[in-house]
């Protein structure tokens, strides 16, 4: 496996993921009973963000720029909603513990330090120096387990939780072409059948339009029929030759009025994120 989250850490697809994976904890913690935070592909969970030989700058066109932007009040529409400040509070957080402007809080972070006494996380992270990493900074986290292993492989052992309630990410690196893809749907599938009500998110990554199109389709069959919402923010028309256009996340059984939350936060977030308004950004059912 090549893959190392370092290289990406902060860019504008982690601030799409973080900032949705917070307002869900929020949604969900409105209700006193606890839950079970379930990182299938976890990282090392905490990032520095300038490593000579391994930060690649992209968090200068993710979390930089929009830290920068709330701080000077130069973000598209005024002032940025709740969700987004909800988030930058959540990084500087990390910065003020680390004792660095150059800390950046990978999903185990940003979500332990939210977790309440009645909340549980298990985290699991399948390459081992990365385990290592994640193993040092949060073993002696209370109510937290963490595994070395596949991630996926969880979403039919670790499911349903005794707390009949989770939140569970499924975030891999889909560099195998197509394997990660299949392996999705089969374990929102796995999940779904011993856990109809677990809310999932899912992130992909968008290249060309049509192949976001088709995955959507696929997930919508594969999860039917609880319902499920896709948030896409991309920074580069669809279609073009950068790589990576832009970043998707597929929510299955969003929290009530979760939608119409994004649709207010997302296009503020695009209009920082894609300054030149080449991208775009959506919040689809299919
Ligand atoms: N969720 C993290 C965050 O938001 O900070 C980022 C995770 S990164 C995109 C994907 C991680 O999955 C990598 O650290 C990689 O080593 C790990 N990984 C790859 N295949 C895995 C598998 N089958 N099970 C668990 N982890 C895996």
Redesign the pocket.
Known sequence: ?K?L?AHHAGNFA?VH??VTLLALLAAMQRKPKGLLYL?????RGTYDLDQPGVTTGEAGDGVLRLMRAVADGSGAAGAAPAEITDYIEAVRSEQRTRGSRQAYP??PALMLNRLRDVDRALL????QD?FIALRREFERQPRTRLRHG???AALASELPPVERRALV?I???YEETREDYRRVEAGLQAALQRFETGVLVVWYPIKLGRDAANWRRAVVDCVKPRSVRFSELWRFPLDSRVGLNGSGLAIVNPPYLFDERMRAWLPWLAGVLDPAHAGGCGVLDS
């Open positions: 496996m893959y989250h982690d993921k973080h990182d299938t592909h976890a990282g990978g999903s699991i992270e399948a390459q990365e596949d991630g996926f990410l975030d891999p690196p």
